[in-house]
């Protein structure tokens, strides 16, 4: 069994910066990613960022590239995303997730595994 928890949304203004955590315990895999998705009122639930937990490969949304990090702590089997410049469109509920195939993958569909969710709102 896996357990994936997040945490660290919150309110912040637009232009902050906020960092999400993800614990994750049971059995995960170095060579299947961990991703972040997210998912705002009336939207279909949409890819952020993925990551191995071995190796440099990171694997984001193109809108997102220059404004999210994704990053991990092995010791921990914490992924984190730190977000920046955040602006009210990315306001969502954001969950990680643990990949069901080796290959980075930005389809929700791939992933088996989901944290409860963290909310995000960012006001103007």
């Known amino acids: 069994q896996v357990q994936l928890v997040e945490s660290g949304g919150g309110l912040v203004q637009s232009g902050g910066s906020l960092r999400l955590s993800c614990a994750v315990s049971g059995r995960t895999f170095g060579n299947y990613p961990m991703g972040w998705f997210r998912q705002a009122p009336g939207k279909e639930r949409e890819f952020v960022a993925a990551i191995r937990w071995s190796g440099a490969d990171r694997y984001y949304a193109d809108s997102l590239k220059g404004r999210f990090t994704i990053s991990r702590d092995n010791a921990k089997n914490t992924i984190f995303l730190q977000m920046n410049s955040l602006k009210p469109e990315d306001t969502a509920v954001y969950y990680c997730?643990?990949?069901?195939?080796?290959?980075?993958?930005?389809?929700?569909?791939?992933?088996?595994?989901w944290g409860q969710g963290t909310q995000v709102t960012v006001s103007s």
């Open positions: 997730a643990r990949s069901t195939v080796v290959s980075m993958t930005s389809r929700s569909y791939n992933y088996d595994y």
